[in-house]
C-alpha cells in the first residue's frame, strides 16, 4: 500500500512519517497528499489562541479529555516558536498533554513556526489535512502565543477560542486590535485570580460594543481553571453550540471557499519561489542580481519582472 493508504487505514506511524515529509518539504509529501485530499474535509477544526501564559496548553489537554469523553476522536497540532537565532525549538506543548499518549484515540503532533509569521507553521493546513484523513473526528490547533494582529487561525479554524488571563494590566488594550475581531468564543482562563470577572465583564461589554447582526453568531465569554477542569464542560458545549451554528446557517460554505482559496494560493506562491530560486541557482544570476541591486545598478523590482520573463514570457504582459 501506499503511504497515503496507509493513513487512511488508520496507520498512525504511516501518519507521523507523512506528517515530518510534509514539515521537511519532501517532495514525496506532496504525491501523499494529492491522494489523501479527497478523502477529507469531515473533520471540525477548533482552534485555540491567546498571548503567551494564558495556559493554552492545558485547555487544551483538558478540551482533548473532554471531547474523548463524548465518543470523539481527537488530534492536536501545537504550535512552538522558532529561535530566531539557532533555528531550534522545544516542541514542549505535548509534554503538558502527557496523559494521552497512550490513548489510540487521540493524536498530538507539535511543529515549529519556522520563522513564519501569524502564530502558525507553514505545514499547519497539511498537517490538519493528514489528521483528517487517519479519522479525527475534531482537530484542535493551539497557535504560539500571539499579540494583536498574529490572528491567521481564523483563516483554518471553524471555531477560534481566544483565551485570556486576569493580570495582563490593560485587559482590553490586550485584545482590542486584532484579537477581539477574530474570537467565536472568548475565555477567561485562570479564573480563580484576582480580577476574572473584571475581565469577564469587560470582554462581554467590548462585544456588546460590536451591535451584532440579528441572526449572526454572538461570541460568548466563558470562564475556565484548564487546572482544575473547572468550566471545561461548559466550553465544549458552546463550542459544540457555535458547530452547529456553522453548519445550520451556511456559513460553513463561504469559510471552505475562502479557506480553499488561501490553502490554493498559498501552495502557489511556495512553488513559484521555489522555482524562480532554482532557476536563479542553476544560472548563477542570484548572486549577482543581488549584487547589482547592493549596489544601485538595478532596482529590485526591475530585476523581479526580468526574471519573470524570462522564467515566463508571458509574465511579462502581466
Not at 483528517?132 to 477560542?161: S, W
Not at 493580570?167 to 474570537?183: R, Y
Request: aromatic share 4%; with cysteine.
Amino acid at each position: 500500500m501506499s503511504l497515503a493508504e496507509q493513513v487512511l487505514n488508520g496507520d498512525v506511524r504511516s501518519a507521523a512519517r507523512l506528517m515530518r515529509d510534509i514539515d521537511d518539504g519532501r517532495p514525496q509529501a506532496v504525491e501523499a497528499l494529492k491522494e489523501l485530499y479527497p478523502r477529507t474535509g469531515n473533520a471540525f477544526i477548533i482552534g485555540i489562541t491567546g498571548p503567551p501564559g494564558a495556559g493554552k496548553s492545558t485547555l487544551v489537554d483538558q478540551l482533548t479529555a473532554s471531547f474523548r469523553g463524548r465518543g470523539k476522536k481527537v488530534g492536536v497540532v501545537a504550535i512552538d516558536p522558532t529561535s530566531p537565532f539557532t533555528g531550534g525549538a522545544i516542541l514542549g506543548d505535548r509534554i503538558r498533554m502527557n496523559r494521552h499518549s497512550c490513548d489510540e484515540g487521540v493524536f498530538i503532533r507539535s511543529l515549529a513556526t519556522r520563522g513564519a509569521l501569524g502564530g502558525l507553521s507553514r505545514s499547519t493546513s497539511d498537517v490538519a489535512l493528514v489528521m483528517d484523513a487517519l479519522g479525527m473526528n475534531i482537530i484542535i490547533i493551539e497557535t504560539v502565543g500571539v499579540g494583536q494582529d498574529e490572528v491567521d487561525i481564523v483563516k483554518e479554524a471553524h471555531t477560534t477560542c481566544v483565551v485570556m488571563v486576569p493580570g495582563l494590566g490593560d485587559d482590553i488594550q490586550a485584545i482590542k486590535a486584532g484579537i477581539l475581531e477574530i474570537g467565536d468564543i472568548f475565555v477567561v482562563n485562570k479564573a480563580d485570580r484576582d480580577g476574572a470577572d473584571r475581565t469577564a465583564r469587560e470582554l462581554s461589554t467590548m462585544l456588546e460594543m460590536r451591535h451584532p447582526v440579528a441572526g449572526n453568531w454572538s461570541p460568548q465569554v466563558m470562564k475556565t481553571e484548564a487546572q482544575r477542569g473547572t468550566g471545561i464542560a461548559e466550553l465544549t458545549d458552546e463550542i459544540l453550540a457555535h458547530r452547529e451554528y456553522f453548519l445550520s446557517s451556511g456559513a460553513i460554505d463561504t469559510f471552505l471557499r475562502e479557506r480553499t482559496q488561501r490553502h490554493f494560493m498559498g501552495i502557489l506562491r511556495d512553488s513559484l519561489l521555489k522555482k524562480a530560486l532554482s532557476y536563479m541557482t542553476e544560472r548563477d544570476i542570484l548572486d549577482r542580481l543581488i549584487t547589482d541591486i547592493s549596489d544601485q545598478r538595478i532596482d529590485p523590482y526591475s530585476a523581479v519582472e526580468d526574471i519573470l520573463s524570462k522564467m515566463m514570457p508571458d509574465a511579462a504582459d502581466c
